[in-house]
């Protein structure tokens, strides 16, 4: 018998190495061997227009700390921790919405948060920049408004409103910030809804029973035990929020540049790619911090 089971646990071991080596090579071909290239990249130097160096130096990271890069990279976080802060306090009542609707309803409501994900992030990127061109859907309906309030005191106390003056809502800070919210809402809200959706109703309703009004029951129960969704969703939204090119690329302007754009000119304009692979790096070695912190604020199971 025990024979037996020492060759079926050895045929085991032989079955789950065949099923994980494709993966792994596939893993190690595709993602682990490119970001090692580019690490050595990162130290190393350009000799020539095509030649890049690989001698150990350090150069790059230390011209990644200068005053100017360490700016872009704060404004950056400031930019990514306002869309998380933004998406936390819209998808969390949206994920809540979701979670006690009816069974019926609930399929649907998920197929909305996800029907973006069907369109192309930069068709979406485009349709935005159409509602808020200055001669944009925003633009125009404030303009009827405006042209009707207009009409209406010019009938009443005669003409008082100036001419309507556009707003200027692309190729600032405000359309970065709109554009990262917009294309990061529904990565906040399906972890939300995952961990609202476990919730022992029960407990809610003893918090009821108790006496707690409903704002105190959201707080001191509901709150508490969505935190690990909570962590999930900021994680999951601070960190592509962090490194978004395309979105402050079309929507920012010249002060709204992020650090994935300086890469992306690292790369290509400037040829410089020792440099961006060192501020690739610098963002990514950030994002292992981001990672490792939410991992030990997250309680583990059991742990008391």
């Given at each position: ?30 993602l682990l061997a ?22 150990g130096t350090i ?246």
């Amino acid at each position: 018998m025990a024979e037996n089971i020492e060759e079926d646990w050895r045929a085991s071991r032989a079955m789950f190495a065949a099923l994980v080596s494709g993966p792994t090579l596939f893993l190690f071909a595709f993602l682990l061997a490119p970001l090692a290239i580019v690490w050595g990249y990162s130290l190393g130097h350009n000799q020539g227009l095509k030649e890049i160096i690989v001698d150990g130096t350090i150069s790059n990271y230390a011209h990644a700390l200068n005053p100017l890069y360490l700016s872009i990279l704060a404004k950056s976080f400031f930019f990514a921790a306002v869309t998380t802060l933004l998406c936390l306090v819209i998808g969390f009542p949206v994920a809540l919405a979701i979670t006690f609707a009816k069974p019926g309803s609930k399929a649907w409501l998920l197929l909305l948060i996800m029907l973006p994900f069907w369109t192309n992030l930069l068709i979406r990127t485009y349709a935005l920049m159409a509602v808020l061109r200055t001669q944009g859907y925003v633009n125009g309906l404030l303009r009827l408004i405006w042209d009707a309030a207009a009409g209406f005191l010019a009938v009443v106390h005669g003409p008082h409103l100036a001419a309507f003056q556009p707003l200027d809502l692309l190729y600032n800070n405000f359309a970065v910030v709109l554009g990262l919210v917009y294309v990061q809402l529904p990565f906040m809200v399906l972890p939300l809804y995952s961990a609202l959706d476990r919730l022992d109703r029960s407990l809610l309703e003893a918090s009821l029973d108790l006496g707690a009004g409903h704002i105190r029951t959201l707080f001191a129960v509901v709150v508490p035990l969505a935190m690990p969704g909570i962590a999930s969703g900021v994680l999951v939204t601070l960190i592509p929020s962090l490194g978004a090119f395309l979105t402050p690329d079309l929507l920012g302007g010249v002060d709204s540049q992020m650090i994935a754009n300086v890469i992306e000119r690292q790369f290509k304009a400037a040829n410089d790619w020792p440099f961006g692979a060192a501020l690739s790096f610098l963002l990514m070695y950030m994002t292992f911090a981001a990672i490792a912190i939410q991992s030990m604020m997250t309680p583990r199971r059991g742990r008391r």
